[in-house]
C-alpha cells in the first residue's frame, strides 16, 4: 500500500485525482476510515488554513485543497455512517435571504467539513424557515450565516429572532460572516460568534461546539 502521507501532501497541492487514489487504495487494504480522516485530512486541511493565515497561499489555492479533500471524502462518508461514527459536530450553512453570492459561504462550508464536521449546505437566499425545518428534523449543533450585502445583514438578526419564537435558539450556536459584518454586528444580534476568514470560522466552530 501507498505511503498515506501522500493523501496529504496530495490534499495539501489540490491534487484530487492523487487524494482518490490513495483513498481507494487504502480502502482496500482495510485502512480504518475514520483514521484517514482524523490523521491526514483533517491535519491537511488545518494546514492548508494556516497558510492562508500567513499570507502563503490565497482562495484559488484554498478552494482547490478543499475540492481534493472531498473528493475522498466522497468516498470514505457513506463508510464512516454505514459503522454509526459521529462527526465532531453539525452544522447548517447558508448565505441569508435576499443574498446570493456564494464563494465565501462555500469556502467555510469546505474547511468545515475538512475539519470533520457535517455540513448541510443550504446554498444562497436562504429562509429562516428552512433553517428551522433542518434544525428540527437533524441532530444540528451550528448555524452559520452569511452575507455579502450589508442590506441582507438584517436577515441574520431575523434567523436569531425565529431561532428564539421557535423555541430552538438554546440548542445550536449561531456564527455569522461576510464582507460587510463585524464582530460588533454579532454581539448586537445576539450571535454567538464571528470570523473574517474561513480557517478562524473552523477553530470557532471547534470551540461552540466542544463548549
Known amino acids: 500500500?501507498?505511503?498515506l502521507t501522500k493523501?496529504?501532501?496530495?490534499?495539501l497541492n489540490g491534487d484530487s485525482k492523487t487524494a482518490v487514489a490513495v483513498t481507494q487504495e487504502a480502502l482496500a487494504a482495510k485502512v480504518d476510515p475514520q483514521d484517514l480522516v482524523i490523521k491526514y485530512m483533517i491535519?491537511?486541511?488545518?494546514?492548508?488554513g494556516r497558510r492562508f493565515e500567513s499570507g502563503d497561499c490565497f482562495v484559488p489555492e484554498l478552494l482547490i485543497s478543499a475540492r481534493a479533500m472531498k473528493a475522498s471524502l466522497e468516498l470514505i462518508r457513506p463508510l464512516l455512517a454505514a459503522r454509526g461514527a459521529e462527526p465532531i459536530g453539525r452544522v447548517v450553512i447558508g448565505t441569508v435571504k435576499g443574498d446570493l453570492h456564494d464563494i465565501g459561504k462555500n469556502l467555510v462550508a469546505s474547511m468545515l467539513e475538512g475539519a470533520g464536521f457535517e455540513v448541510i449546505d443550504l446554498g444562497v437566499d436562504v429562509s429562516a424557515e428552512?433553517?428551522?425545518?433542518?434544525?428540527?428534523?437533524?441532530?444540528?449543533?451550528?448555524?452559520a450565516l452569511s452575507a455579502l450585502l450589508t442590506t441582507t445583514m438584517p436577515s441574520m438578526k431575523t434567523v436569531i429572532e425565529e431561532l428564539k419564537k421557535a423555541g430552538?435558539?438554546?440548542?445550536?450556536?449561531?456564527?455569522i460572516g461576510g464582507?460587510?459584518?463585524t464582530q460588533r454586528y454579532a454581539t448586537e444580534i445576539?450571535?454567538?460568534?464571528?470570523s473574517d476568514n474561513a480557517n478562524g470560522a473552523v477553530g470557532l466552530a471547534r470551540k461552540l461546539v466542544a463548549a
Do not use: F, H
Open 1 to 3: 500500500m501507498s505511503d
Open 7 to 11: 493523501l496529504t501532501e496530495a490534499i
Open 43 to 48: 491535519p491537511a486541511m488545518d494546514e492548508v
Open 130 to 143: 428552512k433553517i428551522i425545518g433542518e434544525i428540527k428534523t437533524k441532530k444540528i449543533n451550528l448555524v
Open 168 to 175: 430552538i435558539r438554546e440548542q445550536v450556536k449561531v456564527i
Open 179 to 181: 464582507a460587510p459584518v
Open 190 to 194: 445576539g450571535a454567538d460568534g464571528y
